[in-house]
């Protein structure tokens, strides 16, 4: 199994370009999660879904945008890139039920610099 | 929502010595408590979770503790070795919720 992949690893733009990153999971979890992580802020959950064709607003959603058509792939989309979105974007995928329901598995990172 | 903190933000131990790190929260309902750990450059991984049913939990050389009146948990390594070198995240979440709340992270150093 690779478990939670993330694509690409790096990504330089400009202001104002959009991208989007892929999520990809293949240990069949209903739960995904996209996070960022700047120095001394921690983990920040940006957008969440709890399956396939859900999505939900987390801690900090503003400027970003989430689709999940397929349970293993969770897109994060950045409509218009602005230098405040420069951080390390992680993806995690749970399962729901079981004897550790809220263990999340992360993804190795995709680190995005905004100038 | 849910609150959790961290202290200290950073701490430096002697190879050897035993590290702690304490977490408080603020949401009653928590009752499922995971630690994190973060090496430099690499994902975060699960490497001890509690719930509230019990007050302690060992695995190894790490520990974690739960105290549920005063709303706190902690993290302890014994016997710290240098790949213990990471960032620790604490988290709280409630069971039926899907959500983790983490908290800031701290940073251990091991002093060879």
């Known amino acids: 199994n690779a478990g939670v992949t993330q694509t690409p690893k790096f990504r330089v733009l400009k202001t104002g370009q959009s991208m989007t990153l892929l999520c990809a999971q293949d240990?069949?979890?209903?739960?995904m999660y996209w996070y960022r992580q700047d120095p001394g802020m921690g983990l920040r959950l940006i957008h969440y879904?709890?399956?396939?064709?859900?999505?939900a607003k987390g801690e900090v959603p503003d400027g970003y945008n989430v689709s999940r058509l397929k349970k293993q792939n969770f897109l994060l989309g950045l409509e218009s890139a602005a230098p405040s979105q420069t951080s390390v974007y992680f993806c995690?995928?749970?399962?729901?039920?079981?004897?550790?329901?809220?263990?999340?598995?992360f993804g190795p990172g995709t680190r995005l610099t905004v100038t | 929502g849910e609150n959790v903190e961290q202290h200290p933000s950073t701490l430096s131990v002697q190879e050897g010595d035993s590290a702690v790190i304490k977490c408080t929260y603020s949401?009653?309902?928590?009752?499922?408590f995971p630690w994190y750990k973060q090496e430099l450059g690499k994902r975060p991984q699960l490497i001890i979770d509690?719930?509230?049913?019990?007050g302690e939990k060992k695995d190894q050389r790490i520990a974690v503790t739960l105290n549920k009146t005063a709303k706190h948990f902690s993290l302890h390594i014994t016997e710290t070795q240098p790949e213990d070198s990471a960032v620790y995240f604490c988290?709280?979440?409630?069971?039926?919720?899907?959500?983790?709340?983490f908290g800031k992270g701290n940073q251990v150093v091991v002093i060879p």
């Open positions: 988290a709280a979440s409630y069971y039926g919720n899907n959500r983790l709340a």
């Open positions: 949401d009653s309902a928590s009752n499922y």
């Open positions: 879904s709890v399956g396939e064709g859900t999505t």
């Open positions: 240990m069949n979890h209903e739960y």
């Open positions: 995690a995928s749970s399962p729901s039920g079981g004897r550790s329901p809220y263990e999340q598995y």
């Open positions: 509690i719930r509230s049913n019990v």
